[in-house]
C-alpha cells in the first residue's frame, strides 16, 4: 500500500506558477504509475497528467498541453507538476494517483483505474 501527501496548492494570479509535489510512501514507487487530477465546483474530475512507472512517457490533458509538465523523481518518491501561464479556468482541487502496473511504460489517465489518492491541494488562480 502507497500513502500520497500533495503540497504546493496556493492562491496565484493569472499567468504565473506553481509546482504541486506529491510525496509517496513505500520502496516500490516505480512500480506505480502516477496521475495528477483536478476537479472545480460543479465539473467532473479529470486527468490533467500522468506518467509512467518508468518515467519515460506522459500525457497532458489538451487544455494544459504546453504549460504544464509532469515529473518523478525516484530517489525522493516524489512526482511533481509544474504549472506554468496559470489560468482563472485552472482553479481547483488537484489530487494526485498511483496505480500498481505490471510494466513501466504503462499510461493511465481514467480515474477508476488508480488504486490510491491523495488528500487534494486547493490551486486558486485569480483574473
Known amino acids: 500500500q502507497v500513502q500520497l501527501v500533495e503540497s504546493g496548492g496556493e492562491l496565484v494570479q493569472a499567468g504565473g506558477s506553481l509546482r504541486l509535489s506529491c510525496a509517496a510512501s513505500?520502496?516500490?514507487?516505480?512500480?506505480?504509475?502516477m496521475g495528477w487530477f483536478r476537479q472545480a465546483p460543479g465539473k467532473e474530475r479529470e486527468c490533467v497528467a500522468a506518467?509512467?512507472?518508468?518515467?519515460?512517457?506522459?500525457r497532458y490533458a489538451d487544455s494544459v498541453k504546453g504549460r504544464f509538465t509532469i515529473s518523478r523523481d525516484h530517489a525522493e518518491n516524489t512526482v511533481y507538476l509544474q504549472m506554468n501561464s496559470l489560468k482563472p479556468e485552472d482553479t481547483a482541487v488537484y489530487s494526485c494517483a498511483a496505480a500498481v502496473v505490471v510494466s513501466s511504460g504503462v499510461i493511465l489517465t481514467t480515474a477508476t483505474r488508480y488504486d490510491y489518492w491523495g488528500q487534494g491541494t486547493q490551486v486558486t488562480v485569480s483574473s
Open positions: 506518467i509512467s512507472g518508468g518515467g519515460g512517457s506522459t
Open positions: 513505500g520502496r516500490t514507487f516505480g512500480r506505480y504509475a
